[in-house]
């Protein structure tokens, strides 16, 4: 029962995290909901295996993944906040606020991959996945792996039109979420 009740409330808040762009499938906040919902319900399905053999190989890995994933997300915010001096969304924008750059960021992780933020995403549904490894909790990695390059690619497509032949070049010298491979 308690999961259900957790479940709904922070489904309220990704809705209200996402309610802008909902109504936008163009938008990379459209797939970004879904898969963050995707991450909150693997989570509620792995959460009993946290600290279940504290010390074997998959929750090495899953404590890595999971300590990586928070390095890069609070890097990559930091950087988007410094560097990309973002301002307030226009009327009309579904961006949220940190998103709305006016610089675009290459420096820090961003010199490496384009998308810290969604790199960080993918470790941790990775990370989370290691903790009880199912089928079940396969799959919906996977989706949760999907919705992650399609938010990506809606949002290079914004990026373009938001910083042009700059992002264009860009592109060219980075790879999408792992330096050197995607």
């Given at each position: 029962?308690?999961k259900?009740?957790?479940?709904v409330?922070?489904?309220?808040g ?7 762009s909902l ?5 990379h906040?459209?797939?970004?909901f879904?898969?963050?919902?995707l991450?909150l ?12 053999d ?5 929750q090495l890995?899953?404590?890595?993944l ?5 390095l890069?997300?609070?890097h990559?915010?930091y950087?988007?906040r ?9 009327q009309?924008?579904?961006d949220?606020g940190?998103?709305n ?7 820090g992780?961003?010199?490496?991959i ?13 990370g989370i996945?290691f ?9 919906l990695?996977?989706?949760i792996?999907a ?5 990506a690619?809606?949002?290079?497509k914004?990026?373009f039109?938001?910083?042009g032949e700059e992002?264009s070049r ?8 792992i330096?050197g491979?995607i």
């Open positions: 029962m308690i259900w009740i957790v479940f409330l922070a489904s309220l990704i809705v209200l995290f996402s309610w802008k109504p936008k499938p163009q938008s906040g459209f797939y970004r879904f898969a963050l919902e991450i319900i693997l989570l509620l399905n792995n959460v009993g295996y946290w600290f279940e504290r010390l074997s190989f998959p890995i899953s404590w890595f999971l300590a990586v994933s928070l890069l997300a609070i990559g915010f950087l988007l410094v560097i990309g001096k973002p301002q307030a969304a226009f009309g924008s579904s949220l940190f998103e750059t006016t610089h675009l960021v290459t420096m992780a961003y010199r490496y384009r998308h810290p933020l969604y790199a960080s995403l993918l470790l941790l549904a990775w996945f903790k009880h490894m199912t089928w079940f909790s396969g799959a990695a996977l989706g792996s919705f992650l390059v399609a938010t690619k809606a949002e290079e914004e990026n039109s938001r910083f992002y860009y592109r060219k010298t980075t790879k999408m979420f330096p491979l």
